[in-house]
Structure formats: C-alpha cells, structure tokens
C-alpha cells in the first residue's frame, strides 16, 4: 500500500504531484475522485452503538455504510487495517482481498493514501482486542487528498499552525472539535431561554455612520457607491435601544462586534456578544437574568465551574485590597497621589479612568474567581448608564467577573434625552485626552426625545463565557478563525 505514513522523507511537492496522477488515473479508469453525494443514514458513533452488543469476534447479520477521512493504516500483507475518523468518531476498518475482491483490493493500496476520505460498506463485527470494526465488501473514493497530514500530524500542538490552519488543528485533534460543538451548544442555551422568556431576536447593522454604544478604538472602512466612511460596530447598543423606543420591549442580539485594539489571551479584535434590552426593567434585574443565562448554559455543557454568584460594589473592592477610598477623588485631579505608592507603572499625565482600570486589573481582578457582579461604577466613565436618583455620581451599572475575567456589562439604561446629550459633549471634550472616546449620536438623542422606556441592558461575551465554563485559558482556542498576522 502506497501510503507516505507521514514521514515526508519525500519533498511535498513531489507527493502532491503524486496524488495528482492519481486522481487522474480514477479519471481515466471510469471512476470519479469527487462524487457529488454520499448517502449514509448513520454516522460512526451511531453504529458504534447500534452494534455495541457484539462480542468477541462476533459478527453482524447487517451491511452498514461508513465514511470518513483516512487517519492510519496498518499493513498486514492480505490485509488491511485502517482507522477513519468523520466529524463525530473514528471507527476501525478491516479490508482483505478475498473481500473485497483482489482487484480492488490492489487498487485500494496503490491509490489510497492518509487523509483520503473514503466511503466503506461492510459488516460490523468485534475484533479479538474487542473494537467494533467493519469488515469490507466495497470501498469508495469520496474525496482525494493532494496533501498528506503533517508530520507529527497526531496531537498537533504548534499553536501557530493550529490557528493559521484550523482544518489541521480539526483532524489532528479531537477535543478542538468539542469545544467548537460546546461553543455551538452554549450559544443555543442562551437563544431558547431568552425565547422562553419572550425575548425576540433581532439584527441591527455591522456597518454604521458613527461608532458608539461603548469606548472602544473602531476600524473604518469605505463605501464606494455612497462615497462615505463607515465604521464596523463596536457595539449594537444605540439601534438595539431605537427598537425599545419603537416598542419591542424584549430584544437580544447576538452578533460580532469589532475593536481596533489589542490582542491577547483575553482580547480579539472580532468578538462575539450577546446583548439584550428588556423595558420596564433595571440593573438588578440585569443580575437576576445574567446569572440565570451563564447557569442554563452551564447546565448545557456539564460546566464543572462553581457558580455561587455574589455582590460587590467596585469602590468596597477597591478599600478592601488597597485599604484606599477613592470614591470622593474620582475625576478631582488627585487621584495618581493618591495611588502612586502601589507601584501600578502609571505615567503622571494618565487619566483617572485608566489608574482606576490598571488599579482594578492588578490588585482586585485576580481575587474575583468566584461570579462576581460588581456593581456601581463611576457615573463619568458609564456615559450611557442612569445614575442614582439620590447619588447622582454612581452610575447603576455592574460588571459580571468569573475566574478573574469580566464576562459581562449591564446598566439600568440612560433615558434622559438632555442628560444623555451633556454625557455625549463630555465625552467629545475627552478626545484630547483619549482616543478612546464615545462619539455624539445627535440621532439617538432625537430618538430618545421620543421616549424610552425604563430599560435594563445586558451584555455578555460569548467567547469569554466559552472559555470559562469549558476551562480553557485562551481566547484563540474558542474562536474557530482568530485574528493573526499574516505570514
């Protein structure tokens, strides 16, 4: 049997030139490489099963049909073991000449190779190792491989590879699919319980006029018929808030949002999130609901994470790891005196915001392992959060944190129109300040001379929600295609 075995002793582009003869070869002896359909009514978990009360050396009294991509192959002289992997299982295939038949038998090792995915029709039986096998009666050629699997294809672990070439990262490794497929069953959970809930999907733009909805650094891009600049969303918040206003009381989204900004284990400039806006409500119903989503899709999943969720207001946090209290300095001009002994690496010239981000990060985030909502944010920095009617400058908001990661934002919404515009010209008068500033939206503020609702907004993300209740420690690991620098 002419299978490389992954060695690759030979130059890849000789082995490509190889397994491009032999598709031809198919071709001219009547067979095609490619067929457009292969019908199977179960895949290899499914008969795996069907078949478990096979014993020792028993076989079936039933034809089956298997599929599935050609992982390993053990020579035998006669005959054939292989093992075929589809998108749920691998199953082992036996193939023998007086099976199969000796031509067929000489055109499978001469025209099969590694990473081939084939179709077999056999009979299941259980081998003397006990494995359910299929012992072959007609092999297919479903799709030829030009390239063969890598070396060491077993187990990749080059995580340069594994992202640049996902494909590869699928095959090699089993489990990267059961995260793509938890992923898959966490964002279902999430959509059926707002449904149950009588929240109702909807779609607003990715491309819009001006960025808004959260401080963040946006990507612009060019509209050649309208000649415009655009930005990609960095957030859906202002049209989903226009819906409310229209009277859609219930509404989620979920849906990409994009940040020009850093990358790293926590961060991807293409994200996913799921936000929602429920009229007649308010943060601490916000709570009631975010933990009730994180709980039913880590019921989903079988999360083995704690979820014994807590309360506590950011400023308490803040005395509590750093014995300071820094509530009555926010804004006053004082506030790098004020912290400069902790050592945080602060230029003098950095805003309040960013000593209160890099204090939180550095000395309280690590601490919040179990789901922690922290709540009531500075009213400054949450331009588009209502503050407390008896405590103006608190801004009813909070911020779900699991394992030292924030998953979450939520606030009861701002729906004071001329509130909402002396907020808007705060933050244009910060752009000298910060490039990461909230745009004015002159048409949310004509919307919202219309009327919205008391609202409670909440927004998760479902990248950072994957990565916690499944356990894994990079944000690249549970998005199928991440951003990367090109080659």
Same mark, same amino acid.
């Given at each position: 049997?002419?299978?490389?075995?992954?060695?690759?002793?030979? %130059?890849?582009?000789?082995?490509?030139?190889?397994?491009? +003869?032999?598709?031809?070869?198919?071709?001219?002896?009547?067979?095609? %490489?490619?067929?457009?359909?292969?019908?199977?009514?179960?895949?290899?978990?499914?008969?795996?099963?069907?078949?478990?009360?096979?014993?020792?050396?028993?076989?079936?009294?039933?034809?089956?049909?298997?599929?599935?991509?050609?992982?390993?192959?053990?020579?035998?002289?006669?005959?054939?073991?292989?093992?075929?992997?589809?998108?749920?299982?691998?199953?082992?295939?036996?193939?023998?000449?007086?099976?199969?038949?000796?031509?067929?038998?000489?055109?499978?090792?001469?025209?099969?190779?590694?990473?081939?995915?084939?179709?077999?029709?056999?009979?299941?039986?259980?081998?003397?190792?006990?494995?359910?096998?299929?012992?072959?009666?007609?092999?297919?050629?479903?799709?030829?491989?030009?390239?063969?699997?890598?070396?060491?294809?077993?187990?990749?672990?080059?995580?340069?590879?594994?992202?640049?070439?996902?494909?590869?990262?699928?095959?090699?490794?089993?489990?990267?699919?059961?995260?793509?497929?938890?992923?898959?069953?966490?964002?279902?959970?999430?959509?059926?319980?707002?449904?149950?809930?009588?929240?109702?999907?909807?779609?607003?733009?990715?491309?819009?006029?001006?960025?808004?909805?959260?401080?963040?650094?946006?990507?612009?891009?060019?509209?050649?018929?309208? $000649?415009?600049?655009?930005?990609?969303?960095?957030?859906?918040?202002?049209?989903?808030?226009?819906?409310?206003?229209?009277?859609?009381?219930?509404?989620?989204?979920?849906?990409?949002?994009?940040? $020009? &900004?850093?990358?790293?284990?926590?961060?991807?400039?293409?994200?996913?999130?799921?936000?929602?806006?429920?009229?007649?409500?308010?943060?601490?119903?916000?709570?009631?609901?975010?933990?009730?989503?994180?709980?039913?899709?880590?019921?989903?999943?079988?999360?083995?994470?704690?979820?014994?969720?807590? +309360?506590?207001?950011?400023?308490?946090?803040?005395?509590?790891?750093?014995?300071?209290?820094?509530?009555?300095?926010?804004?006053?001009?004082?506030?790098?005196?004020?912290?400069?002994?902790? $050592?945080?690496?602060?230029?003098?010239?950095?805003?309040?915001?960013?000593?209160?981000?890099?204090?939180?990060?550095?000395?309280?985030? %690590?601490?919040?392992?179990?789901?922690?909502?922290?709540?009531?944010?500075?009213?400054?920095?949450?331009?588009?959060?209502?503050?407390?009617?008896?405590?103006? &400058?608190?801004?009813?908001?909070?911020?779900?944190?699991?394992?030292?990661?924030?998953?979450?934002?939520?606030?009861?919404?701002?729906?004071?129109?001329?509130?909402?515009?002396?907020?808007?010209?705060?933050?244009?008068?910060?752009? +000298?300040?910060?490039?990461?500033?909230?745009?004015?939206?002159?048409?949310?503020?004509?919307?919202? &001379?219309?009327?919205?609702?008391?609202?409670?907004?909440?927004?998760?993300?479902?990248?950072?929600?994957?990565?916690?209740?499944?356990?894994?420690?990079?944000?690249?690991?549970?998005?199928?295609?991440?951003?990367?620098?090109?080659?």
């Amino acid at each position: 049997m002419q299978l490389e075995q992954n060695k690759q002793t030979t %130059p890849i582009e000789q082995i490509i030139q190889q397994r491009k +003869k032999k598709a031809k070869d198919f071709v001219s002896a009547g067979v095609n %490489p490619y067929p457009a359909k292969c019908f199977l009514d179960k895949n290899n978990v499914d008969i795996q099963k069907e078949f478990e009360y096979l014993k020792k050396e028993q076989i079936a009294n039933i034809k089956v049909k298997v599929a599935g991509r050609v992982m390993t192959c053990r020579n035998m002289g006669r005959a054939v073991f292989l093992d075929i992997r589809d998108g749920y299982s691998k199953i082992q295939i036996y193939i023998r000449a007086d099976k199969v038949g000796a031509e067929q038998y000489k055109l499978f090792k001469n025209m099969v190779d590694l990473s081939d995915i084939i179709a077999v029709v056999g009979i299941p039986f259980r081998t003397k190792t006990s494995e359910i096998s299929i012992m072959a009666e007609k092999w297919i050629m479903l799709a030829k491989a030009f390239r063969p699997l890598p070396e060491k294809w077993h187990g990749l672990k080059d995580t340069e590879t594994r992202y640049r070439q996902r494909y590869l990262d699928l095959i090699s490794n089993s489990e990267v699919r059961d995260v793509f497929v938890k992923r898959s069953m966490i964002v279902s959970a999430i959509r059926h319980k707002l449904e149950e809930l009588k929240f109702v999907e909807v779609e607003t733009p990715v491309l819009q006029s001006l960025a808004g909805g959260a401080v963040a650094r946006p990507f612009m891009t060019h509209h050649n018929a309208l $000649n415009i600049d655009l930005f990609l969303r960095i957030a859906p918040e202002l049209f989903l808030k226009r819906l409310v206003i229209g009277g859609m009381d219930k509404i989620f989204e979920i849906g990409k949002n994009f940040r $020009n &900004e850093g990358i790293d284990k926590n961060h991807n400039p293409e994200f996913t999130m799921m936000e929602l806006y429920q009229a007649y409500a308010d943060y601490n119903d916000m709570m009631i609901l975010a933990e009730m989503l994180v709980k039913t899709a880590a019921e989903k999943v079988n999360s083995p994470l704690s979820l014994k969720f807590r +309360k506590a207001r950011m400023f308490d946090l803040i005395k509590e790891y750093t014995n300071l209290d820094l509530l009555p300095y926010v804004e006053s001009g004082e506030m790098y005196d004020k912290v400069k002994h902790l $050592n945080l690496n602060l230029n003098e010239n950095v805003t309040d915001k960013k000593i209160l981000e890099q204090l939180f990060n550095e000395r309280i985030l %690590p601490n919040l392992k179990e789901p922690t909502f922290v709540i009531d944010y500075p009213a400054v920095y949450s331009p588009l959060a209502k503050g407390k009617f008896d405590q103006p &400058e608190i801004a009813e908001r909070f911020e779900l944190y699991i394992n030292g990661m924030e998953i979450g934002n939520a606030y009861s919404e701002l729906n004071d129109p001329e509130l909402q515009r002396i907020r808007f010209a705060q933050q244009v008068g910060l752009k +000298k300040k910060n490039d990461e500033i909230m745009l004015y939206d002159e048409d949310f503020i004509i919307a919202l &001379e219309q009327g919205l609702p008391p609202t409670g907004g909440l927004g998760i993300g479902i990248d950072r929600l994957v990565m916690v209740l499944i356990g894994v420690k990079s944000i690249r690991e549970v998005i199928t295609f991440p951003v990367m620098r090109p080659e």
